[in-house]
């Protein structure tokens, strides 16, 4: 076997034997404040993934716990303020899709996300690169 196959083999391997991220998940929730608390863990699970895809972070960005073991994580903990401002961000959001959803075209699908926004950026530009005229008028 050359080196890339060899390579190929180990990844496929660790993919096989690495726990699934839902397995070290709990399953049930305790302390959801805005999504639905009866939340099945797949959409939770999802819904986790996007927001960590929007801004390019980890799960620990917002909650406590650190390394690779997530089983070892306090989910249901408020301690990081990063968590307590993406409950805030979850609620604007529901509000900017209310405001959204009668203009343009309709659709069954949120029109805005956390990545309308962040665009894998912790804290989103307000403008481009090069300057964007006076802010206060947009
Ligand atoms: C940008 C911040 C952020 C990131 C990143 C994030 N979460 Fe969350 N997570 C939250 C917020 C906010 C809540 C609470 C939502 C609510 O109150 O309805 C939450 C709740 C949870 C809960 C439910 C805890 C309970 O018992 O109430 C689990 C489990 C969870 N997240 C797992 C994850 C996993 C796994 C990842 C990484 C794949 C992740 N989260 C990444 C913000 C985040
Ligand atoms: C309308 C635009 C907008 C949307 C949509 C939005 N955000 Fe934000 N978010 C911001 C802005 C602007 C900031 C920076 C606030 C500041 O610190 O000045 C921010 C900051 C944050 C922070 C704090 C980052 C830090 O480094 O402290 C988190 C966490 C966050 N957003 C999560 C989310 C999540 C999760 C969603 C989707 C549920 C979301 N945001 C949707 C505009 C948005």
Redesign the pocket.
Same mark, same amino acid.
């Given at each position: 076997m050359g080196h890339r196959a060899v390579i190929v083999v180990f990844a496929a391997l660790v993919l096989a034997f690495a726990p699934p991220?839902v397995a070290q998940?709990?399953t049930t929730?305790?302390?959801?404040?805005?999504?639905p608390k009866d939340i099945a863990q797949r959409p939770?699970?999802d819904t986790?993934?996007r927001?960590?895809f929007a801004?390019d972070?980890? /799960?620990e960005? /917002?909650?406590v716990g650190e390394g690779n073991d997530?089983s070892k994580?306090d989910?249901?903990s408020d301690a990081k303020p990063?968590?307590v401002t993406?409950?805030a961000m979850?609620k604007m959001l529901a509000s900017i899709n209310t405001q959204l959803a009668p203009i343009g075209e309709p659709s069954t699908l949120p029109k805005a996300t956390c990545f309308t926004c962040h665009r894998g950026a912790r804290k989103p530009l307000t403008a481009p690169a090069g300057g964007g005229g006076d802010l206060r008028y947009n």
């Open positions: 991220l998940v709990p929730f305790t302390n959801l404040q805005v999504l939770l699970v986790m993934r927001f960590v801004l972070v980890r /799960c960005f /917002c909650h997530l994580f989910f249901a990063t968590k993406a409950r979850l």
